[in-house]
């Protein structure tokens, strides 16, 4: 998680005018929904693979084969925004591996992950039933080449205090 800030903040303070273009563009870029939506779908089935299912485990079988058939339904049938509602898709099945790694570290510090896995996931909801709002906060966040660079600096200090906390505290 540090490590994808701290890529995010030094690509916007880097080159901002890429940035720019791309959180522009990203809304309606079809690529990034197609590899965003598969990657949400292989990492929801991988992590059904390994849950209790009840009286649905018959479905296990057929999970992987249903990944590839669910993308391009999805694709073809969810277009509009597509790429903002598989990025809030993400963020929630981000949550699960932050809240598991912290479960059982005895430590009151294990607090802050876990109130990051519930940021993830509120942001992942407001992303996946409102993806326009996506295009908003980009829009205020580009609307000056200052707010970017401060957002981007914050993002770089806050993926480094990620990194740094992960590898001294809770190791």
């Known amino acids: 998680m540090g490590g994808a800030l701290i890529c995010a903040g030094a690509a916007a303070r880097l080159a901002p005018s890429g940035v720019v273009a791309a959180l522009r563009a990203f809304p309606r870029d079809r690529r990034a929904a197609w590899v965003l939506s598969a990657a949400a779908l292989a990492w929801t089935a991988w992590m059904l ?26 694709n073809r049938c ?9 990025l809030g898709g993400l963020l929630l099945l981000a949550a699960a591996p932050l809240l598991h790694a912290v479960r059982m570290h005895d430590s009151g510090w294990s607090r802050v992950p876990a109130a990051l896995a519930y940021v993830l996931v509120l942001t992942g909801i407001a992303l996946v039933l409102s993806p326009w709002r996506f295009r908003q906060a980009a829009a205020r966040l580009t609307a000056s080449p200052g707010r970017l660079r401060g957002v981007a600096g914050a993002v770089l200090a806050a993926g480094l205090a990620l990194t740094v906390f992960g590898v001294g505290v809770l190791r």
């Open 49 to 74: 693979r390994g849950a209790n299912l009840g009286r649905f485990a018959f479905v296990r079988p057929w999970l992987w084969p249903a990944v590839p058939v669910a993308a391009v339904a999805v």
């Open 78 to 86: 969810m277009g509009e925004l597509l790429a903002p509602r598989t």
